[in-house]
């Protein structure tokens, strides 16, 4: 075995160092949150790994960056190796361990009238989840109208062993669904103590495995399914899909009530059906309106998990039991839903791990006065507007930023000054990812980040 060389930095310099890097989401230092293992010094070389809280994590590249370039500066260090790791937090019960032992996270997926796409976006949600490096099941609750076995393309049935249900395995996602043991053409007219027991048996009566996360297609509405769910295990937080308009957000705010009501936290809204883009010319025509969810989540304190647009492409791959993540994974519809689902763990993530520090700005709305600006109200009533080319030449990804040294390497006579933002989307609550229309994307502007950025004479002194 080859002998370690005297270390040229202490451990507790390394540390420190590392302490300056915060985990966006929950606005504390990774060394603090526990995240900094195996830390080894060799001579100028150090080693260590960051344990994120899931493999989804949107920033999670900016984090190791940000961690790399923190030691690297310090005297006496010439190699840094940095190893990115997750182990995802579960919730707490002694009626989930009861039943689901190795389910970490239960988190339906309802919406509150029928026709806005919610078996879609889950059946979506759960394939980028495991596309990301988590273990995930999807659980058809919908009793009346099971589609999940269509679109994940799911065509033999579960088999038993020992009277326990095996899921069916497709994309990486284990599947139960309703629709697996009702016959084609039939309906399922059940009274509440029926649905209970299907309940009962999609969790107790299934071999789930270890999973990180189980998402749970509701039925439309707040009827039996959702308080049978509701009663019969404490969950980690709801997502509610809803199309943009006015009236389906009437709808939305009740399943919000009901899940509030039953002591679910709601990790956030999706907006789905959002503005369409026509792949001949390029127009977007807003069909359903379109930031609905954005302002009402605003409004209400509700996290924004992100918009899916209006696709031809999503109806056929999901027509075709191919969801669009798995079958055209490089479309702006399948990105959309690895955002969503990014934000999507981000919210399990700050939940399980006691929410976030409140020291820190917060956005409670942000506009497009015009094609090529920005406006943001801050929380503390502070009002900011930015051109597109001021937002764009302050990216500091690491297409934008020399990872190492720090040093810029866009050169901002490069960028138009017409250059606008094509669409604005969250990252967690944190954070705004901006698509640009010259093509650029990568780029993660946090919050903070943001304020800095802000021109008005107050801040830019």
Known sequence: MKKKAQPTVALEDVRAALSQVKDPDLGRDIVTLGFVKDLQIDGENVSFAIQLTTPACPVRD?????AYRAVLSLPGVTNVEVEMTSKVRGTQSEQKDALIPLVKNVIPIASGKGGVGKSTVSANLAVALAQLGAKVGLMDADVYGPTIPTIMGATAP???????????????????????FVPKGEATIWRGPMLAKVIDKFLGGVEWGELDYLLVDLPPGTGDVQLSLCQKIPLTGAAVVSTPQDLAFNVAEKA?????????????????MSGFECRHCGQREEIFGSGGARRFAAASGVPFLGEIPLSTDIRTTSDEGTPIVQSMPESLSARAFLRVAENLAAQVSTLNM??????????????QPSENEVQILWQDGHESIYTGYALRVGCKCALCVDEISGNKRLREESISKDVRPLSIDPVGRYAIRFHWSDGHSTGIYTFEHLRELCPCPTCAV
């Not at 919000?256 to 789905?272: A, Q, W, Y």
């Not at 929410?355 to 956005?363: T, W």
């Open 62 to 66: 900016q984090m190791k960056e940000d």
């Open 158 to 180: 579960p088999t038993a062993e020992n009277g326990t249900i095996v899921p069916v395995l497709r994309y990486g996602v284990k599947i139960v669904s309703m629709g697996f």
């Open 256 to 272: 919000i009530f009901m899940f509030t009501k039953l002591r679910t936290p709601v990790l956030g809204l999706v907006e789905n």
């Open 354 to 367: 006691g929410g976030a520090s409140s020291d820190r700005p917060e956005i409670a709305e942000i506009t």
